[in-house]
C-alpha cells in the first residue's frame, strides 16, 4: 500500500474510533445486556459501537471483519478491516476500567495499521507501517527487557479457548517461568501495554483476531514482533507478542505444539 494511502486510511480508522467513543459514552451507566451465554456476553452498547463503526468504514468500499457482524467468506479477502468496536464487553458490563476499541487493515493476513481507544482511560493508540506507534501523539517503543524471569506476562482466558484441566496445568506451567502475570480481560489493551512498554509479553491461544490485530500493528511499529498461528476455530488465533530481547524465550515457554 502506498504511504499516502496507508495515511488516509490510517485516518479513517481513527475517525471510525472516534465517533464510536462518542456513543459508548451512553452506556456507560447501563450497557444494555442482550445475552449472556456462559462465557460470552453481548449489549445494546456493542451493536451499537459497531454501526456507528461501520457508517465511516463503508465508504471505503474494503470489505469488513467484525466481531459483531456476520462474515460469510471462511478466509480473509485481500484487505480488510478488522475491528472489535467493545473489546471487554464484561468489563464494562461491570465497571471494571478496562475496555477498549479496536481498528485495524490486514493486507494479506498481516496488519499494516492500527487504532486502539482505552475507553475508560481515554487513552489513544495508532500505528501504521513505517511511521511508529503513538499514544496521544507521542511516539511509544516496547521495553527493553532482556530475560523472562524478569519479564510481566499479560494474557488471558478468551471465551473460546479450552478450559479444560490438562490444558490449563500446561499453562500454568509455562507461565512460571515469568516475574509476574497480569490478566486485564480486553487483549486490545493488553497489547497496547506491551507496545509502549508497561509489560513485555503478550500471550493468548484461540483468541479471536479481531481482538488482536490493531495491538499486533501497535507492537510491530513500536519495536517488537509477534508470532500468529490459526487454531481450530474460526478466526481464532494462537498469539504471541514481546519485545525482540525476550521473543525467542518466550516462545520456547508458551508455543503450545
Known amino acids: 500500500m502506498l504511504k499516502n494511502e496507508l495515511l488516509k486510511n490510517l485516518e479513517i480508522a481513527e475517525r471510525a474510533a472516534e465517533r464510536a467513543m462518542l456513543v459508548v459514552s451512553g452506556f456507560l451507566d447501563n450497557p444494555s445486556v442482550l445475552s449472556d451465554d456462559f462465557k460470552d456476553i453481548k449489549t445494546k452498547a456493542d451493536l451499537a459501537m459497531n454501526e456507528e463503526i461501520l457508517s465511516v468504514l463503508k465508504h471505503t468500499n474494503i470489505a469488513v471483519l467484525s466481531e459483531e457482524t456476520e462474515f460469510q467468506a471462511e478466509s480473509l479477502p485481500e484487505k480488510c478491516w478488522v475491528i472489535d468496536p467493545l473489546d471487554g464487553t464484561y468489563n464494562f458490563t461491570r465497571k471494571f476500567p478496562y475496555s477498549g476499541i479496536s481498528i485495524a487493515m490486514l493486507e494479506n493476513e498481516t496488519p499494516v495499521l492500527g487504532v486502539i481507544i482505552d475507553i475508560f482511560g481515554k487513552h489513544y493508540f495508532s ?47 509455562s507461565v512460571q517461568e515469568f516475574k509476574k502475570v497480569r490478566a486485564l480481560g480486553a487483549a486490545s489493551l493488553m497489547l497496547s501495554l506491551v507496545a509502549e512498554g508497561t509489560f513485555d509479553v503478550y500471550y493468548e491461544k484461540d483468541i479471536y483476531l479481531w481482538d488482536v490485530a490493531a495491538g499486533l500493528s501497535l507492537i510491530k511499529e513500536a519495536g517488537g514482533t509477534y508470532f500468529l498461528r490459526k487454531t481450530a476455530g474460526r478466526f481464532q488465533y494462537e498469539v504471541l507478542a514481546s519485545n525482540l530481547n525476550i521473543f525467542e524465550e518466550a516462545k520456547a515457554s508458551l508455543l503450545q505444539n
Do not use: M, Q
Not at 128 to 138: F, H, L, P, R, W
Not at 159 to 168: I, M, N, P, Q, R
Open 127 to 173: 500505528s501504521a507501517i513505517g511511521i511508529g506507534t503513538y499514544k496521544n501523539g507521542n511516539k511509544i517503543t516496547v521495553s527493553s527487557t532482556d530475560r523472562l524471569r524478569n519479564a510481566t506476562l499479560t494474557t488471558g482466558f478468551p471465551s473460546g479457548a479450552s478450559y479444560k484441566t490438562e490444558h490449563l496445568l500446561s499453562f500454568v506451567k
